[in-house]
Nanobody, 124 residues
Framework: QVQLVESGGGLVQAGGSLRLSCAASGRTFSSYAMGWFRQAPGKEREFVAGVNWSGGNAYYFDSVKGRFTISRDNAKNTVYLQMNSLKPEDTAVYYC?????????????????WGQGTQVTVSS
């Protein structure tokens, strides 16, 4: 069993930055692929960014490329999402997810464990 706990959400003005963190339990964190998803009110949950087990391969949703960076620290069992140049349309609940396979995944169905989510609100 893997438990994921997100933190770092909040209210920020457009153009600002936030860094989300996701702390994972379990001794095999370094073997999981990790991802970030988000769900805005009235919309389906969507992929934001994913990283493979080593951190050497990352993939991003087109709308966040160049603004968001996913990274991981396997020694701390933590994955991060650095969000810069935030826009009001980035407002959503952000979820951290873990995939038991180590390769980068982009589909919800490919992830095995999910956190509770953290709210990000970007004001205009």
């Amino acid at each position: 069993q893997v438990q994921l706990v997100e933190s770092g959400g909040g209210l920020v003005q457009a153009g600002g930055s936030l860094r989300l963190s996701c702390a994972a339990s379990g001794r095999t964190f370094s073997s999981y692929a990790m991802g970030w998803f988000r769900q805005a009110p009235g919309k389906e949950r969507e992929f934001v960014a994913g990283v493979n087990w080593s951190g050497g391969n990352a993939y991003y949703f087109d709308s966040v490329k160049g603004r968001f960076t996913i990274s991981r620290d396997n020694a701390k069992n933590t994955v991060y999402l650095q969000m810069n140049s935030l826009k009001p349309e980035d407002t959503a609940v952000y979820y951290c997810a873990a995939a038991l396979t180590g390769a980068t995944m982009i589909l919800e169905t490919q992830y095995d464990y999910w956190g509770q989510g953290t709210q990000v609100t970007v004001s205009s």
